[in-house]
């Protein structure tokens, strides 16, 4: 059996469950050490404020993913048509650049010493 589009779409939600778990595990890890070590020589809490940067970014990464999923989910139809414009581009400017590269050794090969 073949998934659908918004089966394959549906199961980022998967991996969304598991960075919101990891982001929170890391920014409340990163500030729980942050405050066992108050008062404390060498602090090392520049480590913990690392491990918070991590768990913040790991959350922004997971709204991006999600804003994209919704957006596929909702527009698929939009989505597919610009997705497969950007392909098509890629190809003709990937082609033309080919033979621009050809013609410039040809130029360069007929010259006389």
Do not use: C
């Not at 659908?4 to 998967?14: E, G, R, S």
């Not at 993913?65 to 414009?85: E, K, S």
């Amino acid at each position: 059996m073949i998934p659908t589009t918004t089966q394959v779409l549906a199961f980022f939600n998967l991996f969304t469950g598991i960075m919101l778990s990891l982001s929170l595990v890391l920014f409340i890890g990163g500030f729980i050490g942050y405050l066992v070590r108050l008062g404390t020589w060498p602090t090392y809490r520049e480590e913990a404020v690392e491990v918070m940067k991590w768990g913040v970014s790991i959350l922004f990464t997971l709204v991006l993913i999600l804003a994209v999923q919704q957006f596929l989910l909702r527009h698929l139809m939009v989505a597919v048509t610009i997705g497969a414009l950007l392909i098509i581009s890629a190809v003709i400017w990937v082609l033309l650049a080919d033979s621009g590269d050809k013609s410039e050794n040809r130029a360069v090969g007929n010259r006389r010493p």
